[in-house]
């Protein structure tokens, strides 16, 4: 596998269920992000993460907590979900050192529906 | 507040011709901006970026021009291919020092005709 992969690419859930989504990045890099897309609005950014340590939280709702155990994985725990929650849920990374260089890569998303 | 625009949510340009994609900002603490490119049921792909200290960035048939200024960056595409079909994301970051995340536009859907 080689870019950033993300699993599972479409998922349906109850509101009291329990989910994770997953997201590994095979190209070295330090920094990885959560993005959210919602229909007719921008990408938004939920979290990063820098060297396993989270950086920037966007006053992200606690239902999602995410995880960083190392610089290759990144999770998404989703917990209680309300149907407006229901999105395409983007993971990137970048090599995190800030500057013009500092290209983030996407993966394909995970298509969330919360019933 | 939308820090970055994208006014026009559609383009149809023939093929062969040049596409130009428009985008705006408001923060004037922006200092790179990018454009991606994203086709259905992939994430979006990196095509061309610029930094605020240049107005212009050329790669391949891709060029992206910064106005300062006016808060004003466009993509040109010449000449376009069927292929460049797609939905195209303008984003722009801050020059902190290390991971920052991006702040992006609604996306232009730019449908290149044969």
Not at chain 2, 14 to 23: F, H, T, V
Not at chain 2, 43 to 64: A, H, M, Q, Y
């Amino acid at each position: 596998e080689t870019g950033v992969t993300q699993t599972p690419r479409h998922l349906v859930m109850g509101m009291t269920n329990k989910k994770s989504l997953k997201c590994e990045q095979h190209l070295g890099h330090n920094a990885m992000y959560w993005y959210k897309q919602s229909a007719k609005k921008p990408l938004e950014l939920m979290f990063v993460y820098s060297l396993e340590e989270r950086v920037e939280n966007n006053s992200v709702p606690s239902r999602f907590s995410p995880e960083c155990p190392n610089s290759s994985h990144l999770f998404l725990h989703l917990h209680t979900l309300q149907p407006e929650d229901s999105a395409l849920y983007l993971c990137a990374s970048s090599l995190g050192g800030g500057g013009p260089t500092d290209t983030q890569y996407f993966g394909p998303g995970t298509r969330l529906t919360v019933l | 507040d939308q820090q970055v625009k994208q006014n026009s949510p559609s383009l149809s340009v023939q093929e062969g011709r040049i596409s130009i994609l428009n985008c705006d900002y408001t923060n004037s603490m922006f200092d790179y901006f990018l454009w991606y490119k994203k086709y259905p049921a992939e994430g979006p792909t990196f095509l061309i970026s610029i930094s605020s200290i240049k107005d212009k960035n050329e790669d391949g048939r891709f060029t992206v021009f910064l106005n300062k200024s006016a808060k004003h960056l466009s993509l040109h595409i010449v000449p376009s291919q069927p292929g460049d079909s797609a939905v195209y994301f303008c984003a722009a970051r801050g020059s902190g020092g290390g991971a920052d995340g991006l702040t992006f536009g609604k996306g232009t859907h730019l449908i290149i005709q044969p």
